[in-house]
């Protein structure tokens, strides 16, 4: 690595921190906003750390939901390698991971974006300054920015080092360089999937797939064994990659899959089953045929481009007149082609419902439906328009192409320029004309990339100049950067990290309390406390819920929610704690964490179950709901005192002594889920799904020793999958090495011997 790219790899770096001044320079702004800013990703963390400080794989999280499968869920990105960063940073003096290191983590993910869109661009033969350029662009632009899930910026972020790889092993000339090089862009893609951010690696898959079929179909012709050979190695690359990306994230696919089979999703219109295709009607509608306009006006129609969600494409003023000249002046290169395709069909697709292609690829393609959001697409749409903008870059700067080849584009910019400064100054003249001020700025920065392009076919570029064209370009992505949140303006509105650093008294009161309790908090929307203060709670953050959990309609005395937190400004008498924020009360009614019935009814329909628990009349103190009958009857109890005492309790394994009087069923209030797995003194027994979501154990009279343990085989065998996957792209990869190195010796003896 010369001097030159470590200068522009130093560059990036300050060129992230001046973009995220705000966060990374202040302790005024912040991107921890609103409900999912504060009950997701930054809630999950949380117990993901404490995991991690516990010597404990995050598997099972008993704070949430009263207990979820933590890897089942994709968001929570259970296996990311590059949240370890965070288990190395002590929380704050709130008790919770510090926002300036979250923010700096982000700005981190950003920086590694632009360091693998700059090697992109360098393998694709452009110079320094234009890869600089175009990393800056695809890094702090358009969804990246915009962005509010950090799980899907992380996904985000593989894009470039994918295509980085793939495009190694297609131009390698020994074929297993050309496996270690795809293995690589696996490695890549497979990180993609860790993230948690499924819609994003599909896309990424989507670019895989097309990109090797484009560059194969783009070769010129030769005779037919050739040609035979030459779709082989294509075909090899793309199911070294494909595999590859498969074993790395089957850590997270494996127990994901079995989630979403007992789970559902938020979706419009209500809960639907997660392993369900989505009915075309109940996908987030795509962006409206005018988020064209938000190429140049971000701003325009005051910002609304789409359904539900919808996000501008904005790369800058000026790298989208660049990305144009990539067109105009370096057609004749095959990516130039490629992602010019790209950026139109994904536009296509990402109109959703108004467009033939997106109902046309929902009906055909497995599993397409699974990215909901066609106007996520948008996000390829930087890509390929960040990518072209390097290419147009170079071109524009290249000392051959002075003069007469830049005449067409000269009069168009004129008129541009003309248009706009009419529509920026006669608003100024004519007042009865309204003219926004973001959309000013927008015409404002159209007149200077004019300028700026009219200077540049004209004159060369010195280094001046180009520092100046670097800031121009800066400065339009930044002056649309709305995310960041003053916390000024959040504190009146209502800051709900804010509240979750004043809800710590009341959470440390109630997890000082003794035995085993779940908590509420009677706020809404209500704040994920569970995982960041490791309190057990029944609710929590998350875009899915388990079948049966949802079903049990919130049975809070079943599921042994015992302490109620509630604002001060409630007057409920019979408190038993209260600081300047919160009051917290006891619940007398609910059930313990464990206790013995004596009688069992079976249901044969899972919703059957669900009606029993709801009639007048039942007790669950004393009776079990079923689904199947037991192996062996229950006896009525023989009026001895019967107990159950928790030994130990830690997220993944629980110890407890039980005294039964005669053979009973001891029900515990932890969500049934497959994967746990019990010992009755030292026996393993059957764990039976009772009351429609809870785990039943049957015992016999006297002492009963009962463990269980989560050790789901979906987990065992996706790690296995994943550490095999790694060894081998490993060992590819020193075999390669050694390969290269042995050659090289051999030509150098052949050298020595020859001369």
């Avoid at 996908?283 to 005051?302: E, K, N, R, T």
Wanted: glycine content about 8%.
């Amino acid at each position: 690595m010369n001097r030159s790219t470590v200068k522009y790899l130093v560059l990036l770096v300050l060129v992230v921190v001046l973009f995220y001044w705000k966060t990374l320079l202040t302790n005024q702004f912040t991107l921890i906003i609103g409900s999912e800013g504060v009950n997701l990703t930054y809630a999950w963390m949380h117990f993901w750390v404490h995991s991690i400080w516990q010597r404990h794989v995050p598997l099972w999280d008993p704070y949430a939901f009263a207990g979820r499968p933590f890897a089942g869920e994709m968001l929570p990105s259970a296996f990311y390698p590059l949240h370890l960063l965070f288990a190395l940073v002590p929380l704050n003096r709130n008790g919770v991971i510090s926002p300036r290191f979250y923010h700096e983590y982000l700005a981190f993910t950003h920086l590694l974006c632009a360091y693998f869109t700059f090697a992109l661009l360098r393998e694709l033969h452009r110079s320094r300054f234009a890869a600089f350029a175009g990393a800056c662009v695809f890094s702090l632009s358009g969804l990246l920015v915009r962005m509010m899930w950090p799980p899907y910026i992380e996904s985000c972020i593989w894009l470039p080092a994918v295509f980085f790889f793939l495009l190694r092993a297609l131009r390698a000339e020994r074929r297993d360089r050309a496996v270690v090089e795809a293995s690589l862009g696996g490695l890549c893609l497979g990180m993609s999937i860790l993230t948690g951010g499924m819609a994003f690696f599909m896309m990424q898959a989507i670019v895989a797939v097309t990109a090797v079929v484009y560059y194969g179909a783009s070769l010129p012709s030769a005779p037919s064994p050739d040609r035979h050979s030459h779709w082989v190695r294509m075909a090899c690359i793309l199911a070294v990659t494909l595999a590859v990306a498969g074993g790395i994230g089957a850590v997270q696919l494996l127990p994901a899959h079995e989630y979403g089979q007992i789970s559902v999703r938020f979706i419009d219109g209500g809960t639907f089953p997660a392993s369900e295709k989505i009915p075309y009607h109940r996908l987030v509608p795509g962006m409206w045929p005018q988020s064209i306009v938000s190429a140049l006006f971000p701003a325009g129609f005051d910002g609304k481009y789409g359904g539900e969600e919808y996000y501008p494409f904005y790369i800058g003023v000026f790298p989208l007149f660049l990305a144009i000249t990539a067109i105009w002046k370096c057609w004749e290169n095959l990516w130039v082609r490629y992602l010019t395709g790209l950026a139109v069909l994904t536009f296509a697709y990402s109109l959703g419902e108004f467009s033939p292609l997106h109902g046309v690829l929902y009906a055909l393609v497995p599993f397409l439906w699974l990215t909901r959001a066609a106007n996520r697409f948008f996000y390829l749409i930087s890509f390929a328009l960040a990518i072209l903008a390097a290419f147009g870059l170079d071109a524009l700067l290249d000392p051959a192409s002075r003069g007469i080849s830049w005449a067409p584009a000269k009069p168009i910019l004129k008129w541009v320029a003309i248009i706009s400064a009419a529509a920026l100054f006669l608003p100024g003249i004519f007042t009865q004309l309204n003219l926004g001020i973001w959309t000013a700025l927008s015409l404002l920065l159209i007149l200077g990339s004019c300028g700026w392009f009219v200077h540049l076919t004209a004159n060369p570029a010195a280094p001046v100049l180009r520092v100046m064209l670097a800031a121009f370009i800066l400065f339009d992505l930044a002056a649309f950067n709305w995310l960041e949140a003053s916390k000024a303006a959040l504190s009146k509105t209502g800051d709900q990290l804010e509240q979750m650093v004043s809800l710590r008294g009341a959470a440390e009161f109630v997890k000082a309390r003794p035995g085993l309790h779940r908590v509420r908090v009677a706020v809404q929307p209500e704040p994920n406390i569970g995982d960041v203060y490791g309190i057990q709670s029944i609710w929590g953050g998350g875009a899915t819920v388990l079948t049966a959990y949802s079903q049990l309609g919130l049975r809070e005395d079943l599921l042994n929610v015992r302490y109620y937190i509630k604002p001060a400004s409630v007057p409920d008498p019979g408190l038993v704690y209260q600081d300047a924020s919160w009051k917290v009360y006891e619940n007398p009614n609910a059930y313990p964490r464990g206790w013995i019935v004596h009688q069992a009814v079976v249901e044969p329909s899972h919703a059957g179950v669900f009606r029993r628990l709801d009639q007048p009349g039942t007790n669950l103190h004393q009776l079990a709901v079923l689904e199947m009958p037991l192996p062996r009857s229950l006896e009525p109890v023989a009026g001895t005192d019967e107990s159950v005492r928790f030994r130990s309790y830690e997220a993944d394994r629980m110890a407890m002594d039980v005294n039964a009087g005669s053979t009973g069923l001891l029900i515990l209030s932890e969500m049934y889920y497959p994967g746990w797995v019990a010992t009755v003194n030292g026996k393993t027994a059957k764990i039976y799904q009772v009351d429609g979501a809870l785990r039943g154990i049957a015992v016999s009279r006297g002492a009963n020793r009962i463990e269980l343990e989560y050790a789901p085989s979906s987990f065992r065998a996706g790690a296995a999958l994943n550490l095999l996957t790694l060894g081998c792209v490993l060992a590819g990869w020193i075999y390669s090495r050694h390969r290269a190195a042995v050659g090289g010796q051999r030509t150098m003896r052949a050298s020595t011997s020859t001369n």
